[in-house]
């Protein structure tokens, strides 16, 4: 059986930067299904060759080392480009008939790549829909909707709405890329694959979490998006709390899409909700110095570039654990990590000359760059005593398997093809997200809504932060990526 990817904005950057490239990659690796065709669609008018001769040169750009000429020339022999609108439902039509002459008229599995502006989904699932091309008497017909799924609850469900007119929820996959991270799910590996971890992973050990999203880059010259985006809907409500719920959810029965992710929707399900105070006392937001004056964005804005929201999982894990989420563009450094904070111990029998306070336990996650796992305990100093310093083990994906960690839209693509949808959210998991990240985002709206901080360019966010945290009587766990 053949398989056919379709892709909608094959004009546009995710195509060229990711999704060829991934594709390409695994054709290098020889992952991807034999017979595999890919069709670009977009408005421009290409040839076939056209088209390729473009995705050659971005191809070799952001496909890494891979890149061979010869592999390329095989692999893009399956390339070929359509124009079209997606508001004419004569392109759907025109586009469902190429597709049946080149599968020959038998079987295949379908893949509907959405990589289009948000506007655009409703219209292409209509318009897919409508073409019949979501009937499955013919092969699997799955269609992959890119983030953001919908800008506040109402959109989402109304998008989820449209979807289910013409697609089936097993036929829906909606991406988010932080899923496809190798690190992300060796959390769950690191969980549920070990025992030694699990039994100290809840309340009885731990004192807090810190989940970490920070970016060197500013916003450059997607200003215009961002204006409208800010923060909260760029990272908070799709990958930080997809990272929240990978860390705090409990084990499914076993490792399948729905099992997977009934688990992290309960998550969801369990956070508490904000009210009246707690807006102001737990969330805080900042913009970097400089951003009014960036490409696109309002001299005035209010858009916050920064967030540090502090969030309360109400179950028998994590009752009493503050989950402190974290994000900013224009930071120190780029750095993802998790930090399990464990607690102090119960008591401490030895006498430090130093009169500081000892720290406590932590594992560190390290998402990226630099992926890997350290874990954080004290240490007797030889020769001082019973003086004790904080050490650490580690453990680096690249130093033990040696070699770069693949793009997460390799894996995800790769699923889709397979239909495993584990990594991607279902309709639930997006319609709960935007239920905890829109009261914040109408708070930060309102004639109420906290100070919005400016930060310097190049630190850990506005200096409120730190002072926010110590408040509480913890500190920001600011650290560059702890492993080289
Ligand atoms: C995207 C956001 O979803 O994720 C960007 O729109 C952000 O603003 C990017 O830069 C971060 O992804 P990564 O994989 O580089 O951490």
């Known amino acids: 059986m053949s398989n056919s990817i379709v892709i909608f904005g094959a004009s546009g950057d995710l195509t060229s930067r990711k999704l060829i490239p991934a594709i390409y990659n695994l054709f290098h690796k020889k992952r991807l299904p034999a017979d595999t065709r890919i069709i670009g669609s977009a408005r421009s008018k290409f040839t076939h060759e056209e088209f390729c001769a473009k995705l050659r040169e971005t191809t070799k750009q952001f496909a890494g080392e891979s890149f061979e000429d010869a592999c390329w020339a095989e692999f893009s022999q399956s390339i070929f480009y359509q124009a079209g609108d997606m508001e004419q439902q004569a392109d759907y039509q025109r586009l469902a008939k190429t597709l049946e002459d080149m599968e020959g008229g038998q079987e295949a599995t379908r893949l509907y790549y959405l990589a289009t502006a948000p506007r655009f989904y409703a219209p292409a699932i209509a ?195 503050p989950f402190y989420l974290r994000s900013g563009k224009a930071m120190s450094c780029r750095t993802s990590q998790i930090v399990i904070q464990f607690r102090q111990p119960p008591h401490l029998i030895f006498q430090t000359n130093k009169r500081v306070q000892v720290q406590s336990n932590r594992l560190v996650l390290q998402v990226q760059p630099n992926e890997g796992i350290q874990l954080h305990f004290q240490t007797k100093v030889p020769d001082a005593g019973m003086e004790m310093r904080l050490t650490d083990l580690d453990f680096s994906f690249r130093r033990e398997f040696n070699h770069e960690l693949p793009e997460a839209y390799e894996r995800l693509l790769l699923d889709v093809m397979t239909g495993d949808a584990s990594l991607f959210a279902r309709a639930d998991e997006v319609e709960r997200a935007w239920t905890i990240m829109d009261p914040i985002m109408q708070a930060w709206n309102s004639p109420a809504a906290p100070e919005l901080f400016q930060y310097e360019q190049g630190l850990w966010g506005p200096e409120e932060a730190c002072q926010w945290m110590a408040d509480q009587g913890r500190d920001w766990f600011d650290s560059c990526p702890v492993l080289r």
């Open 127 to 321: 318009g897919l829909g409508k073409a019949g091309m979501a009937d499955e008497s013919h092969g699997k017909r799955r269609v992959v909707i890119e983030k953001p799924f919908g800008t506040d609850l109402a959109t989402a469900k109304e998008l989820n709405i449209e979807v289910h007119q013409f697609f089936d929820e097993s036929q829906v996959y909606r991406i988010d890329h932080y899923l496809g991270k190798e690190t992300v799910q060796n959390i769950m590996i690191l969980r549920f694959a070990n025992t030694i971890f699990e039994p100290v992973w809840n309340r009885n050990y731990v004192d807090h979490v810190q989940i970490t999203v920070a970016e060197e880059v500013p916003v450059g010259r997607r200003g215009g998006y961002y204006e409208s985006a800010g923060i909260l809907r760029d990272m908070f409500q799709n990958h930080l709390l997809q990272l929240l719920m990978v860390t705090a959810m409990e084990a499914p029965a076993r490792y399948r899409a729905d099992s997977v992710r009934d688990e992290k929707v309960k998550v969801l399900q369990a956070v508490r909700p904000m009210n009246g105070k707690d807006f102001a006392l737990d969330t805080l937001r900042g913009q970097y110095k400089g951003y009014r004056q960036e490409q696109d964005v309002n001299p005035q804005s209010q858009t916050a570039t920064y967030a540090a929201i502090k969030l309360w999982v109400d179950n028998w894990r994590w009752q009493g654990v």
